[in-house]
């Protein structure tokens, strides 16, 4: 049977880059491995001691529109652990303000869902697109994220931002972005007007394009 994609309405729109720092930003929900839709946080911590870009800070994953349960606080206890010493601050239950305030002044944004998970026995594991990838570029950030599911639709390897397969490609990237300042700014141009391809008036479009198709406009 045919099909079309019709990607879901992101609002992009509401956010702009402002005066940018050396931060690198992951946004997403506290998930230990197992428990559900985990976003790595803990692989990410790690990295962020060793990803060769001195002088950058990680805000540590932000946990937005969902609380870090009871459930799930032994992992971000685990989490907390592991970025004692190294240039990472966490934000448990950010408020709205401060998660835009962060996407418009980091410089590069995270995304590990689904590392060493298999797409075909756990695809629920991944990111079925990537709307807060999409949220990031809207504000300028460079995406560095994982070349899996619904973000390879969203990110162009080497235009919008890079696409990994390995811990050791996140930090090579990160480095090399970190260190050229002026290709680092071309990539945020590019993410941003990447990230208007699925704002609400592209989704508006999209959708009156296949009603047409469908005889149904």
Same mark, same amino acid.
């Not at 230990?32 to 002088?55: D, E, F, P, T």
């Given at each position: 049977?045919?099909? $079309? ?7 992009? $729109? ?12 992951? !946004? ?12 790595? /946080? ?13 002088? @950058? @800070? ?15 606080? &032994?992992?971000? %206890? ?12 966490? +934000?448990?239950?950010? &408020?709205? &303000? ?23 026995? /756990?695809? @629920?594991?991944?990111? +079925? ?25 969203? !990110?162009? +390897? ?10 050791? %490609? ?11 300042? &002026? ?8 993410? !941003? ?25």
């Amino acid at each position: 049977m045919d099909s $079309d994609v019709l990607f879901p309405p992101i609002r992009v $729109d509401e956010l702009r880059p402002g005066r940018k720092e050396r931060r690198i930003l992951s !946004v997403g929900r506290f998930f230990a491995r197992g428990m559900g839709h985990s976003k790595k /946080q803990l692989k990410l911590v790690g990295a962020s001691g060793g990803c060769g870009a001195k002088g @950058w @800070w990680t805000a540590g994953s932000c946990t937005w529109r969902a609380g870090a349960s009871r459930a799930k606080r &032994p992992y971000l %206890e685990r989490v907390r652990r592991a970025a004692e010493g190294l240039p990472v601050r966490i +934000h448990t239950n950010a &408020p709205g &303000p401060l998660v835009e305030d962060l996407f418009a002044s980091s410089s590069i944004f995270w995304v590990a869902t689904g590392l060493g998970e298999s797409e075909e026995r /756990q695809p @629920w594991v991944f990111e +079925h697109f990537g709307i807060t990838t999409a949220e990031a570029m809207a504000a300028g950030c460079v995406p560095v994220i994982i070349d899996k599911a619904g973000q390879r639709e969203t !990110v162009r +390897h080497g235009i919008d931002g890079y696409r990994l397969s390995t811990m050791d %490609e996140l930090a090579s990237y990160t480095q090399s972005l970190a260190c050229d300042a &002026p290709f680092r700014q071309h990539l945020t141009a590019s993410a !941003v007007e990447r990230a208007k391809e699925f704002s609400e008036d592209a989704f508006t479009a999209r959708w009156a394009e296949i009603e047409a198709s469908l005889g149904i406009a």
